[in-house]
C-alpha cells in the first residue's frame, strides 16, 4: 500500500521550532519530486516547500521568508521528507501535509501531486 505519514505535529510557541516528518512506503520515492503543503481553517490549501527527485534543489513559498527548510533523506531505499520550522508565528497554525509528484517539474500546483498524507496538525500559542 503506498501511502505518506505525516508526524511531528502538535502545539508549539510562537518563535520556537518544529520538525514535521513524513515517512513514504509502498514505494520507492526516491525518484519523486516531494513537497509540504499546509492548509488552515476556511482556507484553500496552499504549497509551502517541495525539493526536487534528486534532492537537490529546493524551493519554497515567498511566505516562508527563510524560516522553513525541506529535506529528503533516501537512506536504506526508504524515503522521509521533512519540514524544518523556526521561529513559529501564530498564521502558520494549520494541517501540514506531505506530497509526493511523478511529474517531472510539479511545481507547487495540489493537482500536479498523486499521493497525499492525511496531515499533520500544527497549532501556534502566542
Known amino acids: 500500500q503506498v501511502q505518506l505519514v505525516e508526524s511531528g505535529g502538535g502545539l508549539a510557541q510562537a518563535g520556537g521550532p518544529l520538525r514535521l516528518s513524513c515517512a513514504a512506503s509502498g514505494r520507492s520515492f526516491s525518484n519523486y519530486a516531494m513537497a509540504w503543503f499546509r492548509q488552515a481553517p476556511g482556507k484553500e490549501r496552499e504549497f509551502v516547500a517541495r525539493?526536487?527527485?534528486?534532492?537537490?534543489?529546493?524551493?519554497?513559498a515567498d511566505f516562508v521568508k527563510g524560516r522553513f527548510t525541506i529535506s529528503k533523506d533516501n537512506a536504506k531505499a526508504k524515503t522521509t521528507v521533512y519540514l524544518q520550522i523556526n521561529s513559529l508565528r501564530p498564521e502558520d497554525t494549520a494541517v501540514y501535509y506531505c506530497a509526493a509528484s511523478s511529474f517531472v517539474a510539479p511545481r507547487g500546483l495540489v493537482d500536479k501531486y498523486d499521493t497525499w498524507g492525511q496531515g499533520t496538525q500544527v497549532t501556534v500559542s502566542s
Open positions: 525539493i526536487t527527485r534528486g534532492g537537490v534543489n529546493t524551493y519554497y
